[in-house]
């Protein structure tokens, strides 16, 4: 039985589990089969991932919702690749529903690193420099025939105006806990300031937990799931959740936005830290803390340049 990493999600989550994904691999890709089968020490919510011996990962939908990311990377990750600063996820096979799993799912090629956080990046303006250029990179590839912005992103590369109602309630809901009229005025502003450029390339979850490092820099850039051709402002919203200071002021000065992407940036970050406030990080006193401090920085933020 494959051994339970310390930090894992339980095996077993939306009936996943190593055995099942053993069994996948058996039918489908027998060369592979026999190859150990382990939980990631560090798994995301959307999917389910696994290493498949010491050189693949296995990456199996959670929900029906977030299949629609399995055939878009499957596409347009090797497409992205060859333009791209760092390493994304190389896909080595699409594998298809079976052993009672109901959905697509993919393998790929294992990406060494870790996660980033302060204490593993050397240098975190140069990091921030680093993060955009793949940014720009990524806004240079040619976005001819790439999937719109919509469902299969999660509405991100769309307006943040898709989000108004839910944004507003938990505006309610935190009246105790932060600065509606100001946090108000970030979200209006981000809804005023509509998108009218040329569609790009966006990942959408620009995030620590999708930025490898390896040697303290900058090595991989993982999980396209929510990527797709439209407004880039999304990828903006490590500004505010990884960086801080001269690092920040180094991200910005490098991703060369407009004030109306910025803008919606901001929005995009006071949405997603108001939702996850709302939600598991108010039970979670260190989570909270973190969320309440990207809300502070998007209102200083607006206040300095909105």
């Known amino acids: 039985m494959p051994s339970h990493l310390p930090h894992a999600r339980p095996d077993g989550r939306a009936g996943i589990d190593a055995a099942l994904v053993e069994r996948l691999i058996a039918a489908q890709f027998p060369q592979w089969s026999g190859l150990p089968v382990v939980p ?11 290493r498949l011996g010491d050189a693949m990962t296995v990456r199996l939908p959670t ?20 333009s791209l600063p760092v390493p994304i996820p190389p896909v080595l096979a699409l594998g298809a529903p ?33 993060v955009a250029e793949f ?17 299969h992103s999660w509405y991100r590369g769309a307006s943040p105006a898709y989000y108004d109602e839910e944004t507003r309630r938990c505006l309610a809901a935190l009246a105790d806990r932060v600065d509606r009229d100001r946090a108000r005025a970030v ?23 999708n930025l490898l490092v390896r040697g303290g820099e900058l090595g991989a850039v993982i999980d396209f799931g929510t990527s797709g051709v439209g407004d880039p402002a999304c990828d903006l919203v490590i500004a505010w959740g990884l960086f801080d200071g001269d690092s920040r ?8 936005q407009d004030a109306g992407t910025w803008a919606r940036a901001r929005g995009w970050a006071l949405w997603k ?6 939600g598991d990080a108010g039970d979670d006193p260190a989570r909270a803390a973190n969320e309440l401090r990207v809300v502070g920085a998007v209102l200083a933020d607006h206040a300095e340049f909105g």
Request: glycine residues 12%; negative net charge.
């Open 40 to 50: 990631v020490e560090v798994d995301g919510w959307d999917n389910r991932t696994y």
């Open 249 to 256: 002021e180094a991200f910005r000065s490098a991703v060369r």
């Open 63 to 82: 929900a029906a919702g977030y299949v629609p990311a399995v055939e878009k990377e499957h596409v347009w990750l090797p497409r992205l690749a060859p």
């Open 273 to 278: 830290a108001l939702l996850n406030l709302t």
């Open 187 to 209: 979200w209006e502003a981000a809804l005023d300031a509509e998108w009218h450029g040329d569609p790009v390339w966006f990942h959408g979850d620009i995030a620590s937990g």
């Open 98 to 130: 079976g052993e009672g799993y109901p959905f697509p799912w993919s393998v790929r090629r294992w990406l060494p690193g870790e996660t980033a956080a302060r204490g593993r990046i050397a240098d975190l303006p140069g990091f921030a420099v680093s």
């Open 135 to 151: 940014i720009r990179a990524l806004q240079r590839c040619d976005p001819a025939g790439g999937p719109e912005a919509g469902a």
